[in-house]
DNA sequence: ATCCAGGAGTCCG
DNA sequence: CGGACTCATGGA
């Protein structure tokens, strides 16, 4: 395949536009599972302005990320039904790159789980089966980087979700990397080794309260300190084990726990059941005036056992 | 204006 | 262990 290198430039205060480009890039093509839908993924992702992790424009979704060999920046496509089609927009791209891409986006986009079982349960469960039905093919969409993850469950806690994308935006542009291609800015999530130097200041002047600024500094720190990984609490392998030891972590309570253990750690059984999204989504399919009760919605979902996280992320994508 | 928001820590009995 | 209180600011 012909290549041509491609270089991606540090993002300076003033914008450098590059030539657009006319090159042929190297593609991977990867295969989907049943039960996919490109567009209600694109759909979710798409569901904030504010949101600078990803740039999608016309049914393809941009996004960089960093590797030990450095940034890359990939675009997805959805050419056929059969597959997505990675492009690597910054070249060249090793071998080792494209490997650790495609099982980014295997994660990111959920690949490997098989939907059927699910699909097969909402027959019995009238108020998931409309979900499933109207958002047919939407995976749960990850949050991949452990750091990203709980540092956006913090600054969702008991503030509206609007106002949660205002903060995450200035906390990337402030303190994330960013890279141009092609006239447009990709960012990189801020990372704990530079957060952990933060000062308290640093985030208050973002309008971050006390409590948020102090649990995301100190998160950053028992991060960088090797305290706290992905891989380890997925060695684990245990959701209980991974539980605790998110919890263990001071801003971490039960709702932040197992929304992690939900979108970063793949635990198809994690239920942040105290959630008021979930309780607002299931409010509106029971058509109800009022809210659900924890005890309701234990008797609700008595049948979700195993899709609890699937569950929820499609009573998430009802509330877009 | 008023109420609420994809909670968590602390204190108190 | 369970309940009340506090944090704090934007959105609707």
């Known amino acids: 395949m012909f290549r041509q290198a491609e270089a991606l430039t540090k993002a300076k205060p003033t914008n450098s536009v590059s030539p657009v480009p006319t090159r042929t890039y190297h593609q991977k093509t990867l295969s989907v599972p049943n039960e ?20 999608i424009k016309a049914e393809r979704v941009r996004k960089l990320v960093k590797f030990d060999d450095g940034p890359v920046l990939f675009e997805l496509s959805h050419p056929t039904k059969t597959a997505i089609q990675i ?9 080792a790159a494209i490997a650790a891409v495609s ?29 499933t039905t109207r958002y047919y093919g939407l995976r749960l969409i990850k949050i991949p980087d452990l750091f990203e993850a709980l540092c956006w469950a913090i600054l969702g806690q008991q503030i509206n979700v609007a106002f949660a994308y205002t903060l995450k935006q200035r906390f990337v542009e402030n303190f994330g990397e960013s890279f141009t291609f092609d006239g447009e800015i990709y960012w990189l999530f801020p990372t704990p080794e530079v957060v952990a130097e933060l000062q308290l ?3 208050l002047r973002l309008q971050f ?4 600024a ?53 635990f198809r059984s994690a239920f942040p059941i105290e959630d008021i999204g979930l309780h607002n989504a299931l409010q509106r399919q029971l058509n109800w005036t009022r809210k659900p009760t924890i005890a309701e919605i234990k008797s609700l979902s008595a049948g ?11 009573l998430y994508r009802s509330l877009l």
């Open 214 to 266: 102090e649990y995301i500094i100190g998160l950053a720190r028992v991060m960088r300190n090797g305290e706290v990984s992905k891989q380890d609490l997925l060695e684990l392998n245990s959701i209980v084990a991974a539980r605790e030891a998110l919890m263990k972590i001071r801003g971490v309570g039960p709702w932040t726990a197992s929304y992690v253990l939900m979108r970063c750690l793949g």
């Open 304 to 314: 979700w056992n195993g899709w609890q996280a699937y569950a929820t992320f499609y």
């Open 103 to 131: 099982e980014y986006v295997n994660d990111w986009f959920d690949l490997e789980t098989d939907l059927a079982p699910f699909y097969q349960l909402t027959e019995t469960d009238q108020l998931l089966k409309n979900l």
């Open 201 to 203: 200041a640093d985030l």
């Open 36 to 55: 996919f839908s490109f567009h209600e993924c694109l759909k979710f992702l798409a569901r904030s302005e504010k949101e600078k992790m990803h740039v």
């Open 87 to 95: 492009c690597f927009l910054n070249q060249p791209v090793s071998r």
């Open 209 to 212: 309260n006390r409590q948020k």
